[in-house]
C-alpha cells in the first residue's frame, strides 16, 4: 500500500459543517449532564445567537438531553443596532413558544449609558483612563442576574457561552492559555471549572466553529422548519447582509466611544433597507464632543484632600448634558419621521422612563461623587498644581 505523504503547508482538514455541529455534541454531552440547570448567555449578536438556537434545536431534536432547567439570558444594553434588537425580539418569542425562560437583563435605569451620561454627567468612556461601560451596562447586569439565577435554582448551574477563536487576538491567547481540565480534549469546548462556592461553570460548545459556519447556520439552517424555524436571517443584516462574511465585520454599541470606526453601523445604512438609520452615525462625534474641556468641570487643585490628579477633568457641564440631550432626541425623530413614512421599524435611544429620569437629576442638580458644579470649566486657565502641592502661577504676560 502506498503511504501518504504528509504536506507540511497543507495543515490540518478544514472542518465541515456537519463536523462542527458534532464536536459541540460531543462538547455537551461530555459536560452537560453533570448539571442539573443550564444557562445560555446571549448579547444578541452572531455567535451567542448561534449558540441559542443551535443549542434549542439540538434539544428538541434529541440529540443532546435536555437539562432540568434551561435559561436564556439576554443581555439588553439598550445601544444594540436596530436590526440585531428586532432579531431578539423575534427569537425570544419564538424561544418562549417553546417554553424556553428567557430573561432579560438589563441595567438599572441610573446606570444606563446614556442616564449615566446625560443624567449624572459621567464622561463618555475611552480607551485610556476611564473605561466603565462594559462593565456596568454588561458585566454587572449578567453578574446579578446570574446570582438570582443561583439563588433559584439552589446550586450551580452551567453557563454556556458563544465564545469563539478568531473572534479577536487577545480573546485567543486568553483560550490558549485556559487548559482543558479533567481530560477534556481539544474541539470540545473551552470549560472552565470554578471553585465549588461559584455560581456557575461556563462552557464554550461553539469554540471550534469557523465564520462561515456561523453565517451558514444564520442564514440557511435556522430558518429552515426542520432546524428550528428561527428569525436569524435578519442578524446577518447587521452584519452587511448577504456579503457579511466577506465583511467580516463585528457589531458592538452603536456608535462606542471605545471603536475608532462603525464599521457595522456603516456597512448596514449602506443598504437601501437600512439607510434611514444614517442619523445614528451623529451620535459619535457627540460623544467625543462630550469629552473635550470646554465641555466638562475640572479641580482647581487647591484641595488639600486630593493626592494626585489635582487638576483632574471631571463631569460634564449642565449646559453640555442638555446640549448633547437635545441632539440625541432630534437623531430619534428624525429617524422615527422617515420610519413611519417608509413603515420601518422605529427607534428608541431615550424611552420616556430615560427621558424622565435624566430631566429628573438636571432638577435636583445632580453631580458625580466629590464634584457640586461650581467648579471652573477645563478650558479656563488656572494656576498649575502639583502633586506635592507646589502652585506655579499663570504668567500674565500683559504685565
Known amino acids: 500500500m502506498k503511504a501518504t505523504q504528509t504536506n507540511l503547508f497543507e495543515g490540518s482538514p478544514r ?20 448539571y442539573k440547570h443550564w444557562c445560555m448567555a446571549w448579547s444578541g449578536g452572531k455567535d451567542s445567537t448561534t449558540l441559542v438556537t443551535l443549542i434549542v434545536w439540538l434539544i428538541k ?39 424556553i425562560e428567557v430573561r432579560t437583563v438589563m441595567a438599572p435605569l ?32 449578567m453578574r446579578m442576574e446570574l446570582e438570582r439565577l443561583f439563588r433559584d435554582r439552589g446550586e450551580k448551574v452551567l453557563m454556556l457561552t458563544g465564545v469563539r477563536q478568531g473572534e479577536s487576538a487577545i480573546r485567543d491567547q486568553r483560550i490558549m492559555m485556559s487548559c482543558g481540565k479533567d481530560g477534556a480534549e481539544c474541539g470540545q469546548g473551552w470549560y472552565q471549572e470554578t471553585m465549588p462556592e461559584a455560581l456557575c461553570d461556563t462552557l464554550a460548545p461553539i469554540l471550534h466553529w469557523r465564520v462561515c459556519h456561523v453565517w451558514e447556520w444564520l442564514k440557511h439552517w435556522a430558518p429552515l422548519p ?38 457595522a453601523l456603516d456597512n448596514l445604512v449602506k443598504r437601501p433597507t437600512w439607510a434611514y438609520l444614517s442619523p445614528l452615525k451623529r451620535l459619535k462625534p457627540i460623544w467625543r464632543e462630550m469629552r473635550l474641556p470646554q465641555n466638562r468641570l475640572r479641580k482647581t487643585g487647591k484641595d488639600t484632600t486630593t493626592d494626585k490628579n489635582k487638576q483632574r477633568l471631571g463631569p460634564l457641564t449642565m449646559e453640555a448634558r442638555r446640549y448633547a440631550y437635545n441632539a440625541i432626541m432630534a437623531i430619534q425623530e428624525e429617524i422615527n419621521r422617515e420610519a413611519i413614512i ?30 457640586d ?19 506655579q502661577p499663570i504668567i500674565n504676560f500683559g504685565d
Open 226 to 263: 426542520e432546524y428550528g424555524d428561527f428569525s436569524t436571517a435578519m442578524v446577518a443584516d447587521a452584519y452587511g447582509g448577504d456579503e457579511a462574511e466577506e465583511i467580516n465585520a463585528r457589531t458592538g454599541c452603536i456608535a462606542c466611544p471605545l471603536a475608532s470606526k462603525d464599521t
Open 15 to 34: 472542518l465541515q459543517m456537519n463536523d462542527s455541529i458534532e464536536l459541540t455534541i460531543q462538547s455537551i454531552l461530555a459536560y452537560g449532564p453533570r
Open 110 to 141: 441610573e446606570k444606563r449609558f446614556m442616564t449615566y451620561i446625560l443624567g449624572r454627567g459621567v464622561p463618555p468612556p475611552n480607551n485610556n483612563t476611564f473605561r466603565w461601560c462594559t462593565r456596568q451596562i454588561k458585566i454587572d447586569p
Open 373 to 391: 458644579g461650581t467648579e471652573p470649566t477645563g478650558d479656563v486657565l488656572m494656576d498649575t498644581v502639583y502633586a506635592d502641592g507646589s502652585i
Open 342 to 371: 417608509q413603515g420601518k421599524p422605529t427607534v428608541t435611544l431615550l424611552n420616556q422612563e430615560e427621558q424622565d429620569f435624566i430631566q429628573n437629576c438636571w432638577k435636583q442638580n445632580v453631580w458625580p461623587n466629590k464634584w
Open 61 to 99: 431534536s434529541g440529540r443532546i438531553p435536555a437539562p432540568q432547567t434551561l435559561t436564556v439570558m439576554y443581555a439588553d444594553t439598550r445601544l444594540e443596532l436596530t436590526p440585531l434588537f428586532f432579531a431578539a425580539q423575534e427569537i425570544m418569542e419564538e424561544l418562549r413558544e417553546l417554553f
